[in-house]
């Protein structure tokens, strides 16, 4: 059973570097690009399978800075593959003074 990696940011900067780096040391794994920009998503999970043909790599739309957002792809990622190997969150946010951490952790980590 391939590994599932999960990596947000993924389509530019550091988390597409993360992404090239982890297909080469192991293209036997599922790849799975969390990006705000699908098109850019689509068209950065194209070149990678077009380098790296045995990987397995897919998208997942979610803006971490949106906790509906956030919660839609949780909710999608745990259908599509019941389980997450490995998560690098690579996505940055700006703070929200009206985020409640407790709520979103709570939300998040709850079954």
């Known amino acids: ?9 993924a389509s530019s900067g550091i988390g597409l570097a993360l992404c090239k780096r982890l297909l080469a040391e192991d293209d036997e794994l599922h790849l799975c690009l969390a990006c705000r920009n699908v098109g850019k998503a689509e068209a950065v999970c194209g070149a990678l399978l077009a380098s790296y043909p045995m990987a397995e790599v897919s998208t997942v739309q979610v803006d971490v800075s949106n906790l509906q957002s956030v919660f839609r ?6 259908q599509r593959f019941q389980r997450l190997d490995y998560v690098y969150l690579n996505a940055g946010i700006m703070p929200n003074p009206q985020l409640n951490v407790k709520a979103l952790f709570s939300g998040l980590f709850s079954s």
């Not at 059973?1 to 940011?9: F, I, L, N, Q």
């Not at 792809?73 to 745990?78: G, H, Q, R, V, Y």
């Open 1 to 9: 059973m391939r590994k599932v990696v999960m990596v947000t940011g």
């Open 73 to 78: 792809a949780a909710k999608e990622l745990k």
